[in-house]
């Protein structure tokens, strides 16, 4: 069974930055794409980015493209989640997750039913 759990969460001003972690257990880390999303309160949880097995490509909504960036060390079976110029707009539930299996190296899923396994979610909050 694959266990996910992040952390990193926290309030922070608007402008700020923080780093969320998520490590995993239960399964070899190196060969799945990983991505991050977040869920802002009355809103459906929404992509944030993601990164392929290999690690060498990575996507970002526009919302977010240009002040986060997505990064993996698989020898500590650890994803990361880097977020500069944070705004109020950027607070919600922030979540990792694992995604289905699939050969491609270049794979780089956006859709949630594309993930099979999820963390439990850090806050982060921004005020302004």
């Known amino acids: 069974q694959v266990q996910l759990v992040e952390s990193g969460g926290a309030l922070v001003q608007a402008g700020g930055s923080l780093r969320l972690s998520c490590a995993a257990s239960g399964r070899t880390f190196s060969n799945y794409a990983l991505g991050w999303f977040r869920q802002a309160p009355g809103k459906e949880r929404e992509f944030v980015a993601v990164?392929?097995?290999?690690?060498?490509?990575?996507h970002y909504p526009d919302s977010v493209k240009g002040r986060f960036t997505i990064s993996r060390d698989n020898a500590k079976n650890t994803v990361y989640l880097a977020m500069n110029s944070l705004k109020p707009e950027d607070t919600a539930v922030y979540y990792c997750a694992v995604a289905k299996a699939d050969f491609r190296y270049t794979w780089a899923p956006r859709g949630r039913s594309e993930y099979e396994y999820w963390g439990q979610g850090t806050q982060v909050t921004v005020s302004s």
């Open positions: 990164i392929t097995k290999s690690g060498g490509v990575t």
